[in-house]
């Protein structure tokens, strides 16, 4: 079992920056791939950015391609998002998951995920 808690999430100003945090507990951290994802209120989950147990790989939806970065830390057990040129339409719940192995890209687009935090609330202003 791995248990994944997510911070960081506030109220920022639209062209603002924030950086999300989500620490692993269970299993051996360094087994596993990382991903982010959100859900906007009225839509559904979707995938935004992954990051393969090294942090050597990361991979980004074109939606946030550029503003968005996903690292890791693994003696810290933890991945981040890092935020910038935040947009009112970055509104959204941000939930991170972990998944064994090598997923691919259509398993990260699929929530094909094995474990998951329950989210941490993104609110932009315009």
């Known amino acids: 079992q791995v248990q994944l808690v997510e911070s960081g999430g506030r109220l920022v100003p639209a062209g603002g920056s924030l950086r999300l945090s989500c620490v692993a507990s269970g299993r051996a951290f360094g087994d596993y791939a990382m991903a982010w994802y959100r859900q906007a209120p009225g839509n559904e989950r979707e995938f935004i950015a992954a990051?393969?147990?090294?942090?050597?790989?990361?991979y980004y939806v074109d939606a946030v391609k550029g503003r968005f970065n996903i690292s890791r830390d693994n003696a810290k057990n933890t991945v981040y998002l890092q935020m910038s040129s935040l947009e009112p339409e970055d509104t959204a719940v941000y939930f991170c998951?972990?998944?064994?192995?090598?997923?691919?890209?259509?398993?990260?687009?699929?929530?094909?995920?094995?474990?998951w935090g329950k989210g941490t609330l993104v609110t932009v202003s315009s």
């Open positions: 998951a972990a998944r064994s192995g090598f997923p691919t890209t259509q398993a990260f687009r699929a929530g094909a995920m094995d474990y």
């Open positions: 990051v393969d147990w090294s942090g050597g790989g990361a």
